[in-house]
């Protein structure tokens, strides 16, 4: 089986970096994606890790390390768009499995 | 647009009663994926499909079925609905059985009252 960690709420300043938390446990690993999600819509993919090492895409960059089973989403320069949910989901073998998301807010 | 389809995206039923969700993959995409999302909780992956073969199943009801048929399109049917079925269900494709994101669509909102 697996286990996907990730924090309730996180809450930042406009303008500000948060970085999201996530640690897995799982029995093989295609590789963590984040994906962002906002409410009662469908999520959309941000980023793909299955190498360790960090990933940067704009204003969004996401790290790995398999030996610890732990990712990180790191979100830079925050608009008041990013507020919403972030889910981290580990792959192995055929099964894509999502973390509850990590909520978050971005304060004027 | 992701590219993936589902219908319908609203549907009100009673107690105990049936429903089909429907989603068409990406073109090209050979595998599906259903999830299920209640109120202000993650994503519970149900069971995919590879080319009309299921491949992974997680944690779906006995009560729920789902099918992909040679044109690729998936069906998800509910039966004796209960009241936690209330959910958003999404469906999402993807282009290989291993590897590469998941494409999502829009989700079917089913209301059990």
């Known amino acids: 089986g697996q286990n996907i960690d990730q924090p309730t709420e996180m809450t930042a300043t406009e303008g500000a970096i948060v970085q999201i938390n996530c640690t897995y446990q799982?029995?093989?690993?295609?590789?963590l994606f984040w994906y962002q999600q906002h409410a009662g819509e469908a999520p959309t993919f941000l980023s793909y890790?299955?190498?360790?090492g960090l990933e940067e895409k704009g204003r969004f960059s996401s790290f790995l390390s398999r030996s610890k089973g732990y990712s990180y989403l790191l979100l830079k320069e925050l608009q008041m768009k990013d507020s919403a949910s972030y889910l981290c989901?580990?792959?192995?073998?055929?099964?894509?499995?999502f973390g509850a998301g990590t909520t978050v807010t971005v304060r004027a | 647009d992701s590219g993936v389809t589902q219908t319908p995206k609203h549907l009100i039923t009673a107690t105990g009663q049936r429903v089909t969700l429907r989603c068409s993959p990406r073109?090209?995409?050979?595998?599906v994926y259903w999830y299920q999302q209640s109120l202000d909780q993650g994503l519970q992956f149900l069971i995919q499909?590879?080319?009309?073969?299921?491949?992974a199943k997680g944690n779906i009801l006995e009560r729920f079925s789902a099918q992909q048929f040679p044109d690729l399109h998936s069906e998800l049917n509910l039966s004796s609905l209960e009241l936690g079925d209330s959910a958003l269900y999404f469906c999402?494709?993807?282009?290989?059985?291993?590897?590469?994101?998941?494409?999502f669509g829009e989700g079917s909102r089913l209301t059990v009252l």
């Open positions: 999402a494709s993807r282009p290989q059985g291993v590897g590469g994101e998941l494409f």
């Open positions: 799982t029995s093989g690993f295609n590789g």
């Open positions: 890790n299955v190498l360790d």
């Open positions: 989901a580990v792959a192995n073998d055929y099964k894509l499995s």
């Open positions: 073109s090209g995409d050979l595998s």
């Open positions: 499909y590879y080319n009309g073969e299921e491949r």
